[in-house]
């Protein structure tokens, strides 16, 4: 296990589509100090820049993506494949300077943030990294789903998801988080959606940017409409599973637990993960993933167009 802080590397650059937006969005990821966190340097027209910090007590909305920040102003929307990328890649500190409100969808997964991220390297920092350790069960419910962390001595997740369409059915999937699992099982893996929704979608603004290369299309007739068919027989929960981890790095540590979700999606996620924090007694934070005495830090609290390939300079 690392318990050394990474950053990473080199700049990175992307440039891609806003799934909702539609909007072209230009990106770029940059070295960060220790103790940096992941932080969105968000910059206005006038070339002011807004700093909001990605975590769980900046989000706005989960309705059909996580959204950091102010939704009447500076925000960035659909951060979730990016985080997860981040996370499961073991980077802790980096600053994602973004032109526009957007994470560009790439390819409707986080395969390109992988691969930049790969390709850029990772450097060691001096720091040690923190890590938040479930002590006992938590769990909450909506809607017929739920979501748990679980004590467990590693990063698992178990994410099993049930739609009334023949097209997906009831999907599980489950592992514990590595790397090289998230690069070959999770990454491509894309977001999908029903093309009986567009319309809906399309009227209140969303949805914008999306096409069947950046997400997998369920039509009318219950079938997958891309021509290239499905990239894993059961991606629909593979992407589940990668939201998941995207939505879990906004607690601002790794945590060592099992995350077990059923129906469950961005809203749930954080229910669930707001939850844990909330009862101090379910977890320890903890340094180099050593039992120890609580850290003094700040409180965590939880509350398309095809896009162009990275640039590494």
């Not at 879990?248 to 540590?253: F, I, K, M, N, P």
């Not at 903890?286 to 700040?298: D, H, K, M, N, S």
Request: proline content about 4%.
């Amino acid at each position: 296990m690392v318990t050394k802080q990474h950053t990473i590397g080199a700049r990175i650059g992307f440039e891609g589509v806003g799934v909702h937006t539609g909007a072209t969005v230009e990106l770029s990821l940059h070295p960060a100090e220790p103790d940096t966190g992941i932080v969105f340097h968000v910059f206005e027209p006038s070339g002011l820049i807004h700093e909001i910090r990605a975590v769980s007590a900046n989000v706005s909305s989960t309705d059909l993506s996580t959204i950091v920040g102010d939704l009447k102003g500076p925000h960035v929307a659909t951060i979730e494949h990016l985080m997860a990328a981040l996370y499961a890649m073991e980077v802790d500190n980096v600053v994602v300077q973004i032109e526009g409100r957007e994470i560009p969808i790439m390819d409707g997964g986080a395969g390109a943030f992988v691969r930049a991220i790969e390709a850029a390297g990772l450097v060691a920092q001096r720091a040690s990294r923190r890590f938040i350790r479930v002590l006992k069960t938590v769990r909450v419910e909506r809607n017929g789903g739920f979501a748990e962390y679980r004590p467990y001595e590693g990063t698992r997740f178990e994410v099993e998801i049930e739609f009334a369409t023949a097209a997906i059915g009831r999907q599980g999937f489950a592992a514990d988080l590595t790397p090289t699992l998230f690069r070959d099982e999770l990454a491509n893996a894309r977001t999908f959606g029903f093309m009986k929704d567009v319309e809906r979608l399309w009227a209140s603004g969303h949805a914008l940017g999306s096409s069947l290369e950046n997400s997998v299309v369920i039509g009318d007739d219950d079938k997958v409409i891309n021509p290239g068919g499905l990239r894993y027989t059961d991606e629909f929960v593979r992407h589940k599973t990668l939201d998941a981890i995207g939505d879990q790095s906004l607690v601002g540590a790794r945590i060592l637990g099992c995350y077990r979700s059923f129906r469950g999606g961005h809203r749930l996620n954080a229910m669930a993960l707001e939850a844990l924090m909330a009862d101090r007694s379910a977890y320890e934070i903890v340094e180099g993933a050593q039992r120890g005495t609580p850290l003094r830090q700040p409180p965590l609290v939880a509350a398309a167009a095809p896009a162009f390939g990275p640039q590494v300079l």
